[in-house]
């Protein structure tokens, strides 16, 4: 069955910098639509980055653009998540999602378009 397993998460200081993975197994990856979503506490889901695993094509949220950075590596079978420059404001469990049918109405950032994610990853980003 499909399996998105995050890591990576931490606890650090405004300024730093982390680099979260989603290892991804189960299905075809090379061709899908795949992103990093966060959750902070009391607050909707929302969408980070998101990455097309077969022609590296990204969109990224207006609140990571220029920090963060979607990139992944298809012989893991892995997505990543580059964040620099953190904010507390950046404080959430962060969860990788993966579109594995073909086709959907809904944006890439947004969370109906994702059928399968991960238990999540939290970071904390401490002032």
């Known amino acids: 069955q499909v399996q998105l397993v995050e890591s990576g998460g931490d606890s650090v200081q405004a300024g730093g910098s982390l680099r979260l993975s989603c290892a991804a197994s189960?299905?075809?990856?090379?061709?899908?639509?795949m992103a990093w979503f966060r959750q902070a506490a009391g607050k909707e889901r929302e969408g980070v980055a998101t990455i097309h695993t077969g022609t590296g094509a990204t969109t990224h949220a207006d609140s990571a653009k220029g920090r963060f950075t979607i990139s992944k590596d298809n012989a893991k079978n892995e997505v990543y998540l580059q964040m620099t420059s953190l904010k507390p404001e950046d404080t959430a469990m962060y969860y990788c999602?993966?579109?594995?049918?073909?086709?959907?109405?809904?944006?890439?950032?947004?969370?109906?378009?994702?059928?399968?994610w991960g238990q999540g990853t939290q970071v904390t980003v401490s002032s």
């Open positions: 999602a993966a579109q594995v049918s073909g086709g959907s109405r809904y944006g890439l950032l947004s969370v109906p378009r994702y059928e399968y």
């Open positions: 189960g299905y075809t990856f090379s061709y899908n639509w």
